[in-house]
């Protein structure tokens, strides 16, 4: 089958890294996306991993394990304005062009002062 | 201005009524998608059209219709608007190959 599972809520502290962690089990991986979701706001952009490893993009970073179908995302410095849902999002192959997103639930981050 | 344009942004309907939410982009994507998105459910994929000729279902689809008018219109459509459609609506588009899907702001739908 295909599942993506991710922390329903954390809670840090303004100025501290946290990190929120994704597991997925899906055949035909194509790649896995981190989208930020602030409450009714449209999801936006932040990362998208699909060899294994690290990717940082400036305060924030995303890492990948294939084998272990694991992700995280990794928000340092963090700012009251994290606030938000964290989205993770699994690519997966269908055949030919043919490819297929599932998105786990949500990782509400609340960030206190 | 936006790259994704949804309209209405909020829209209270009546119980059997048809309602149509429109979608625009300007990011030239051949791809286009309509989801829906509930608490505790996540995003669901209700429809998506690779081009202006392919339309295909998603996982949630009963209920809903779409049209793509245009490579930059894809509009969707409740025929007969029942409570349990009541949600926040996102449009979305990515390019051909793939990539990252940009979001509309949302239309926030309450059927009553």
């Known amino acids: 089958g295909q599942n993506i599972d991710q922390p329903t809520e954390m809670t840090a502290t303004e100025g501290a890294i946290v990190q929120i962690n994704c597991t997925y089990q899906?055949?035909?991986?194509?790649?896995l996306f981190w989208y930020q979701q602030h409450a009714g706001e449209a999801p936006t952009f932040l990362s998208y991993?699909?060899l294994d490893g690290l990717e940082e993009k400036g305060r924030f970073s995303s890492f990948l394990s294939r084998s272990k179908g694991y992700s995280y995302l990794l928000l340092k410095e963090l700012q009251m304005k994290d606030s938000a849902s964290y989205l993770c999002?699994?690519?997966?192959?269908?055949?030919?062009?043919?490819?297929?997103?599932?998105w786990g639930l949500g990782t509400s981050l609340a960030v206190n002062p | 201005d936006a790259d994704v344009t949804q309209t209405p942004r909020n829209r209270i309907t009546k119980t059997g009524k048809r309602i149509m939410l429109e979608c625009s982009q300007t990011k030239g994507h051949d791809r286009m998608y309509w989801y829906r998105q509930d608490p505790g459910l996540g995003l669901r994929l209700i429809y998506y059209s690779f081009d202006v000729k392919d339309i295909n279902k998603g996982e949630i689809s009963d209920g809903y219709s779409v049209s793509r008018q245009a490579q930059a219109k894809f509009s969707l459509s409740l025929e007969s608007a029942i409570p349990n459609q009541t949600a926040l609506y996102f449009c979305?588009?990515?390019?051909?190959?793939?990539?990252?899907?940009?979001f509309g702001q949302g239309t926030r739908l309450t059927v009553v």
């Open positions: 899906t055949s035909g991986f194509n790649g």
């Open positions: 999002a699994v690519r997966r192959s269908m055949g030919g062009n043919n490819r297929k997103l599932i």
């Open positions: 991993n699909v």
């Open positions: 979305a588009t990515s390019g051909s190959v793939g990539t990252e899907a940009f």
